[in-house]
């Protein structure tokens, strides 16, 4: 768990900044997400790891990345 | 809760059906942005009425790493004894509920009962008998004096004695082992893309419980292990429930047995650090993690809790289709799934 300022991911390289930590990390599982003050957050993990990763998205469309995070875990 | 709008049937197998909406769509986020820590905890409690203290707990842990804030040894303690207590009401109603899908009869009154004793003790112990509200920033709300920590031991030792009574009829029934055997098998692959944690991991033989796995409170200090299963039926989940309530009534035996001497560490003034935070605390249904969004004016700006309850809930209408109608509500309880704190598109 980062619990720290996070980096804001911009929105046209989201899917390149989730995928490589999708890969790097073997994450499986998507705990959840919401918009916040600076876009979306999402909380994903790796089960293979045991740990949580924290992405924050400068992008209010919450749908639109969430459905995009499901699509990438094949969830 | 679970309630249903709709049922179609093929046969004696169910075709399709529809949950209740409205049910999960709760003002609760809304409603804690930009509140005072203090509040936050309370309003916290309300996101699982039947796991509170675990959710109270997973946004206190956030608050205080924003705050950078030590909870002292004593104060841990405390917590996790809460904790364990209120465990017990998440386990015994989902085994009450459990029978009560085979026949409202069997044992469930006294499985209920059960859970009435709990809420009493809670009652006794923190003043609040269902929403207990027993975590505050650095402990609890009403710390334990020395004479409460005898009537834990008593309450347990007392509860323990009727729970293995009640126990004794139920667990190896055999008219009720073959009813639960084989329904509503979980393959531990759909447990680990959904973090499905909880007595449905457990039972699937994916025992992730975040007591062990991301260590907080005062389970560092004690040894136990989790109970695990590995044929992921309903059977396999109430006998994994049935031994989480003996290892509740162990650990709480093992806190009071190590309870420190109370060191005074009160928290007299918070300044919220900005940033994102987490937490979390093991419910019956799996670790609630919680996130805050702390803004630059050192306020709460965003609150989530996270559940397995909420990834597993969008599943059910599929997962459900094809089970025996007989079955139907067994396979259904014995996920132990809320709609309170789920979310249904």
């Known amino acids: ?75 | 809760m679970i309630e249903i709008s709709r049922m179609d049937y093929t046969g004696d197998f169910v075709k399709s059906f529809r949950l209740k909406r409205g049910l999960e769509i709760r003002p609760l986020w809304k409603k804690m942005e930009r509140m005072d820590p203090d509040s936050l905890l309370i309003w916290a409690e309300r996101f699982d009425s039947i796991s509170p203290v675990a959710a109270g707990l997973s946004v206190a842990m956030a608050l205080e790493k924003s705050a950078k804030f030590q909870v002292s040894l004593s104060n841990q303690y405390s917590r996790t004894i809460a904790a364990e207590i209120n465990r017990l009401v998440w386990l015994v109603n989902y085994l009450g509920n459990s029978l009560k899908s085979i026949s409202p009869e069997f044992c469930v009154s006294a499985a209920f009962l059960l859970r009435e004793k709990v809420f009493a003790t809670q009652e006794e112990l923190f003043g609040g008998r269902v929403l207990v509200q027993s975590t505050k920033l650095g402990g609890l709300r009403r710390g334990f004096a020395l004479g409460d920590l005898q009537k834990i031991r008593n309450f347990v030792e007392q509860w323990r004695a009727q729970w293995r009574e009640w126990r004794s009829l139920v667990d190896n029934d055999p008219a009720r082992v073959s009813r639960f055997s084989g329904v509503m098998v979980v393959p531990p692959a759909l447990v680990q893309k959904y973090s499905w944690w909880g007595i449905v991991g457990k039972s699937s033989g994916v025992a992730y419980d975040s007591r062990l796995h991301r260590p907080y409170g005062a389970y560092p200090h004690v040894d136990f292990e989790v109970p695990m299963g590995k044929n992921g039926d309903a059977e396999t989940r109430f006998q994994v429930a049935l031994l989480e309530v003996e290892l509740s009534l162990t650990l709480i035996e093992k806190l009071l047995a190590g309870f420190p001497q109370a060191s005074l560490h009160e928290v007299k003034e918070v300044k919220l650090n900005p940033g994102f935070y987490t937490g979390w605390a093991e419910s019956g249904s799996g670790p609630f993690v919680s996130v805050l969004e702390v803004g630059a004016d050192c306020m709460v700006h965003s609150v989530r809790i996270f559940s397995s309850d909420q990834r597993a809930l969008p599943l059910l209408e599929k997962m459900l289709v094809g089970v025996r109608a007989d079955d139907f509500w067994l396979a259904l309880n014995s996920l132990g799934v809320s709609l309170e704190n789920g979310e249904l598109s």
């Open chain 1, 1 to 75: 768990m980062g619990d720290q300022e996070l980096r804001v991911i911009p929105p046209d390289r989201f899917l390149q900044v989730l995928r490589r930590v999708v890969l790097e990390n073997a994450v499986d599982s998507f705990l959840g997400g919401f918009p916040c003050g600076r876009g979306t957050f999402l909380l994903l993990h790796s089960s293979r790891l045991n740990r949580d990763f924290e992405l924050v998205i400068g992008d209010f469309d919450f749908q639109s990345i969430s459905s995009q995070v499901r699509q990438e875990l094949a969830l």
